[in-house]
């Protein structure tokens, strides 16, 4: 069964720092590009970033550039999303996808919540 599941989310006080970890299973994400979504309450899903399957740096949404992180271990079948300095409105539920080379099919995960409050 082909599945990523996101872990790491959870309540973050603003200027903070969070990991979020995507681990892939029924598949290996050496032939995907690794890519993260965010989507906030009444908003659209948008874009946050990404690493190619040959772990080039996709760039980064602007509100999250010099912030944000993403890194891949492709032995764990893991992607990561580091999360510095975060604000309030980075508060959403982040989603991992796993675009493949061959077939550009997309899988998703279920998310992640992330809430940044004092």
């Known amino acids: 069964q082909v599945e990523l599941v996101e872990s790491g989310g959870g309540l973050v006080q603003p200027g903070g720092s969070l990991m979020l970890s995507c681990v892939a299973s029924g598949f290996t994400i050496s032939g995907y590009a690794m890519l993260w979504h965010r989507q906030a309450p009444g908003k659209a899903r948008e874009f946050v970033g990404g690493?190619?399957?040959?772990?080039?740096?996709?760039n980064t949404a602007d509100s999250m550039k010099g912030r944000f992180t993403i890194s891949r271990d492709n032995p764990k079948n893991t992607v990561y999303l580091q999360m510095n300095s975060v604000q309030p409105e980075d508060s959403a539920v982040y989603y991992c996808?796993?675009?493949?080379?061959?077939?550009?099919?997309?899988?998703w995960g279920r998310g992640t919540q992330v809430t940044v409050s004092s």
């Open positions: 996808r796993a675009v493949s080379d061959a077939t550009n099919h997309s899988t």
């Open positions: 690493v190619t399957s040959k772990n080039k740096s996709m």
